[in-house]
């Protein structure tokens, strides 16, 4: 019965790989809005200037722009907390397509630790 449930669970594991991998891959290859946001909280952290309030100036260079961060409103579109921020730091300085690929290996080794972990139990 045991070797019946690792197999179902080892099934539904190899098709949502199947399906998700190449798919997930493949938006990667875009640029994705939340993951610059990120990045640009990041670097500012590490550059000891608060996320939360700054505003891109052309003086600035691309080092911090976020194309969608450009609301009109006084405070930034950085949404996650300091310790996040600090914590995707010593990514931050890769170039964005390298982040991005990274990003989606962080996701699925998080997603098999997970799973290999429930079926463990």
Not at 9 to 37: A, K, Q, W, Y
Not at 74 to 102: D, G, H, V, W
């Amino acid at each position: 019965m045991k070797l019946i449930t690792y197999a179902f669970f080892f099934l539904i594991l190899i098709f949502v790989l199947n399906h998700c991998l190449p798919r997930d891959f493949e938006l990667s290859s875009t640029i994705n809005g939340d993951i610059r946001n990120r990045v640009v909280g990041a670097r500012l952290i590490k550059d000891e200037i608060s996320p939360y309030f700054y505003h891109w100036k052309t003086s600035d260079g691309l080092r911090y722009y976020d194309p969608w961060s450009f609301t009109g409103v006084k405070f930034s579109n950085i949404t996650a907390s300091p310790f996040f921020l600090r914590m995707i730091s010593p990514i931050a300085e890769f170039p964005q397509k390298t982040i991005t690929i990274l990003w989606v290996g962080i996701e699925y080794a998080m997603f098999l630790t997970i799973f290999f972990l429930c079926i463990s139990f």
